[in-house]
């Protein structure tokens, strides 16, 4: 069977790369081909560690898959334009099942619209859109972001309930500005402090945009207007940002992980090692290696099967006493 594995197609390259490159065919008419499925793949970007190890996982999955004719994939560089032309160009492809991460929540509706009307299936993986749309995707395969804002939360309840000070002082690194994780996350945290009652207040909050060059930028402006001493907690949306802010917090003279106590999403290796040197305290693990489980559903969805609505994928969460004996076995 003819296996083509798009890799790395930015989107300004797209057009020629899906005419170029083609599909399980040369007719242009994608998908259908009865060799396999021929699958699109808007992909966010290339914007984290986690980003490169999903890409990896989807399209390693997707080579290995004898149901699988063709990925043809586009990073979208963290840019909607560039996601939805990508989704156009599969439709025109007439490619068998589309595959997007939205990189926002909202602005989706009539790009998924023209897909259905194509008849072509959408299957979200990793990130969701907004509730109006929902008729419009089949399935969605990722995490639940709220749920790993709450397991960040609750750590926060727990290390803080004692706090002699009265007030936990917290410093916000959201992720990108209206994504599934960053809005989800950031009510997910908040929703347990709130409901336990742990007294707070949150100092600052801004995005990072899930880049460590951009979560660095963001917490040198928190330390220039805010000062670190009181500053009891950084709750960072994911590794990057919350590793561009330890090289912030030490270029200003502090320790992180002691005078402040850091909290990140994702779980990378670089992320683990940063724990292991005690530079900061709690990891929510975020998980990007599905693409097999993405596959799977891929397959079904084209099938016509019954499928959930969302699958989350299963995530830990780790604190110090855990860093080192996981290091090892981190995948990303
Ligand atoms: O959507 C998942 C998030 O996107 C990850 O936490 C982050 O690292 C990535 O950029």
New binding site residues.
């Given amino acids: 069977m003819l296996k083509q594995v798009l890799a790395g197609i930015g989107a300004g390259a797209l057009l020629f790369g899906l005419t170029a490159c083609g599909g399980g065919d040369d007719s242009g008419d994608g998908g259908g081909s009865g060799d396999g499925l021929v699958v699109g793949f808007a992909q966010?970007?290339a914007?984290?560690?986690?980003?490169t190890a999903?890409s990896e996982s989807v399209q390693a999955a997707a080579e290995a898959d004898d149901r699988i004719a063709e990925l043809k994939f586009v990073d979208a560089q963290q840019d909607q334009e560039k996601q939805i032309e990508a989704v156009r160009n599969f439709i025109t492809q007439q490619v068998d099942v589309i595959v997007l991460?939205p990189v926002v929540e909202t602005g989706w509706t009539d790009v998924l619209q023209e897909a259905a009307d194509a008849g072509i299936p959408v299957v979200l993986a990793?990130?969701g859109v907004e509730a109006a749309d929902e008729d419009l995707y089949v399935t969605r395969l990722?995490?639940d972001?709220a749920e790993?804002g709450r397991k960040a939360g609750a750590w926060a309840v727990e290390t803080f309930a004692e706090d002699p000070d009265g007030t936990t002082r917290i410093l916000e690194l959201q992720?990108?500005t209206g994504?599934?994780?960053a809005n989800d996350?950031k009510a997910g945290f908040f929703e347990v402090l709130d409901a336990e009652g742990l007294p707070y207040e949150l100092v600052d909050s801004q995005s990072g945009n899930?880049?460590a060059e951009e979560g660095k930028a963001v917490m040198e402006t928190f330390i220039t207007t805010h000062g670190l001493d009181g500053i009891d907690l950084l709750y960072a949306?994911?590794?990057?940002m919350g590793l561009g802010a330890i090289q912030a917090i030490e270029e200003a003279g502090y320790q992180p992980g002691t005078d402040i106590q850091i909290i990140i999403?994702?779980g990378?290796k670089a992320g683990f090692q940063a724990g292991v040197d005690g530079k900061l305290n709690y990891i929510v693990e975020?998980n990007?290696v599905f693409g097999e489980q993405l596959m799977d559903v891929v397959v079904q969805v084209a099938n016509g099967e019954e499928v959930e609505k969302f699958t989350p994928v299963e995530e830990g969460v780790f604190d110090a006493s855990q860093f080192e004996a996981e290091l090892p076995n981190r995948k990303f």
């Fill in positions: 966010v970007g914007e984290s560690a986690w980003r999903n991460a990793d990130r990722g995490s972001f790993e992720g990108t994504s599934a994780p996350r899930f880049t949306h994911n590794d990057e999403v994702d990378s975020c990007p």
